[in-house]
């Protein structure tokens, strides 16, 4: 069975600070990770994926995420956040090994409140 | 490319009502995807497609939900009869052959009276 674990709730950062959004991981075999975004009212929206290679993946809106395999982690970054990314956030993976390996398990969201 | 469209976008009805969602993925996806939100249980996989045919519809509620996918382009989720606690948004998504993430609708926000 596959899972993902958002520790957070919610995370608050002022405008310019780096941002961090947590998230962890269990698969039994190798993960395919992801970070969705949700805007109020909206369908998720994708930002960024761990397949294979490079650790560190960069996606859209400046947005950057690590992964860490001893760790089992892949957070999400940003250097500079902006009132503008104020929403709800979800980490999903998905395991690319044997039957059913089209599903993605969803984290439950972290909602991230930047302060102006 | 217009995304993946759902419809209706809300929708409120009487409970024991007959619902039906719809969906139209993205032209040359080969995968789709229903899930239901809800503050309470978050985003749950109803059940998917591949190629049109159900592969696992282990998330289906209940027998009151079914779901349909006719053709490449078009799948159909419904419940009958409706109840209030199936208030909740549904979201459609697909995914292509070659790309690993998917997409997803704007969605449709159910309400059941």
């Known amino acids: 069975a596959q899972s993902v674990a958002q520790p957070e709730d919610q995370v608050n950062v002022a405008e310019g600070n780096p941002l961090t959004v947590k998230c962890t991981y269990s698969v039994s075999g190798n993960p395919y990770l992801f970070w969705y975004v949700q805007y109020p009212n909206r369908g998720l929206q994708f930002l960024l994926k761990y397949i294979t290679g490079d650790n560190l993946v960069k996606g859209s809106y400046g947005f950057e995420a690590e992964f860490n395999k001893s760790q089992t982690s892949f957070h999400l970054k940003k250097p500079s956040a902006l009132v503008s990314d104020s929403a709800l956030y979800f980490c999903a993976v998905r395991d690319h090994s044997g039957a059913g390996s089209y599903q993605l398990t969803f984290g439950k969201g972290t909602k991230l409140s930047v302060i102006p | 490319d217009a995304g993946v469209i759902q419809s209706p976008r809300h929708e409120v009805t009487e409970m024991g009502q007959e619902v039906t969602l719809r969906c139209k993925p993205i032209?040359?996806?080969?995968?789709l995807f229903w899930y239901r939100q809800t503050m309470m249980r978050g985003l749950e996989l109803l059940i998917y497609?591949?190629?049109?045919?159900?592969?696992?519809d282990s998330g289906m509620p209940e027998d009151r939900f079914s779901a349909k996918m006719p053709n490449a382009s078009f799948s159909t989720l419904k419940i009958q009869p409706s109840e209030p606690r199936d208030s909740a948004v549904y979201f459609c998504a697909s995914q292509g052959k070659v790309t690993y993430e998917q997409y997803f609708g704007p969605g449709t926000r159910l309400t059941v009276t």
């Open positions: 032209s040359g996806h080969n995968s």
């Open positions: 497609f591949n190629n049109n045919v159900p592969i696992d």
